[in-house]
């Protein structure tokens, strides 16, 4: 985050106190902003399920539950595919693997990041209860414990960066983020309004946005869902590419990652205004995410947490994607065509098509 846009953002959120600063450079290339600020107040996320809660144990100071109780409450078979160290998980909203020790899963083909490792203690499974609340429930029982939802109906899409803030260049091609993240979400508009929804842009020109004040928009417009449009790069590096969904870490999840050595544990104890709508944040995330890699063929990046400042203060549920890699120059050149930036918008229009629908099914059940 620059210099003008942390006083923007503290000039335009006084009930935030601005602390930290941007994300490790290597994990974080492209987010504007992972800034840890502490609403006042802000209200503590409802239960994930109006059933009693799973009985816990604590491994480190993570409360954990088994995974073979976890898997019954979410109408799951478990299965041990290799003893003791991987298993299966197959639920009503699809199919999941499983390793100890590790905070990668793969869900119906995906890579997904937990929170927590999963833990092996005397025969036994465990996975954090964040993540059963918060990842495995919405993916695999989507819409398990929670109120009905109905139909989305006004779709902000938001354009990163802007104005005074490219977001990231290819100077070897003259491109620059903040012009491909606009037409992106120019293209699904169209797509969307099609569709029969209202969908509102943070911004339809080449100006700055502070963070906070697109998140205001999502509100003041009675979002019911939130797309933030960006595109990845890592300093020296010209080969990687692919795609990263992003939600914002849970209450007690620290982000993806500042797991690395030498990372600070950004774990919060409590709860922002986002964290309210984190089962069908997954749920959206999980549906844009599948139509990028089986529709475009993306590389798979994952489904990563991440305190992103931008999701923070929204009161719908929201997802950060990061579309390409512009440091990929093989990439870089597809995402300058306008045809790829046209497939962009429809693998994103598709994903919120396929939220609906599965929205539409909790209903009806
Ligand atoms: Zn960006």
Not at 69 to 82: F, I, K, M, N, P
Not at 173 to 192: C, F, M, Y
Not at 249 to 259: I, L, V
Request: charged fraction near 25%; proline fraction near 7%; glycine fraction near 8%.
């Amino acid at each position: 985050m620059s210099r003008a846009a942390r006083l923007l953002f503290l000039a335009f959120a006084p009930a935030f106190v601005a602390a930290a600063a941007d994300a490790p450079a290597r994990s974080s290339p492209t987010r504007p902003g992972a800034v840890n600020a502490a609403p006042t107040g802000a209200p503590p996320p409802p239960a994930a399920s109006s059933e009693s809660a799973l009985p816990g144990r604590r491994f480190g100071r993570v409360e954990y539950v088994s995974l073979p109780a976890a898997a019954s409450r979410l109408g799951a078979r478990l299965t041990w595919v290799e003893s003791g160290r991987r298993l299966e998980l197959k639920g009503p909203g699809g199919r999941a693997e499983i390793e100890v020790e590790s905070r990668e899963i793969t869900v119906n083909g995906l890579r997904v990041f937990l929170g927590d490792p999963v833990v092996a203690n005397g025969g036994e499974a465990f996975v954090s209860r964040v993540d059963h609340e918060r990842c495995l429930s919405p993916l695999l029982r989507p819409g398990h414990g929670q109120a009905p939802r109905a139909a989305p109906r006004v779709i902000v899409l938001d354009p990163g960066h802007g104005g005074t803030d490219p977001g990231k260049v290819n100077e070897r091609l003259g491109i620059s983020e903040k012009t491909l993240t606009l037409d992106v979400a120019r293209r699904a508009k169209r797509l969307l309004e099609a569709d029969g929804h209202r969908v509102v842009l943070t911004r339809d020109d080449d100006s700055f946005v502070a963070l906070p004040q697109r998140a205001a928009a999502a509100r003041a417009a009675n979002a019911d869902l939130f797309v933030s449009i960006h595109f990845n790069a890592l300093p020296r590096d010209t080969r990687t590419s692919g795609v990263e969904v992003y939600t914002f870490a849970p209450r007690f999840q620290r982000s993806t990652n500042a797991w690395g050595g030498g990372e600070r544990d950004d774990t919060e104890d409590f709860a922002s205004p986002v964290n309210r709508h984190d089962h069908w944040s997954v749920v959206l995330a999980h549906a844009v995410h599948r139509r990028f890699v089986n529709d475009l063929k993306s590389a798979d990046r994952g489904k990563k947490l991440m305190h992103l400042a931008v999701l923070r203060p929204l009161d719908c549920p929201g997802v950060l994607v990061e579309c390409g890699f512009l440091s990929s120059d093989a990439e870089a050149r597809k995402i300058s065509t306008p045809a790829h930036r046209q497939q962009l918008a429809t693998v994103i229009a598709a994903g919120v098509r396929d939220y609906a629908n599965t929205l539409a099914r909790t209903r009806g059940k």
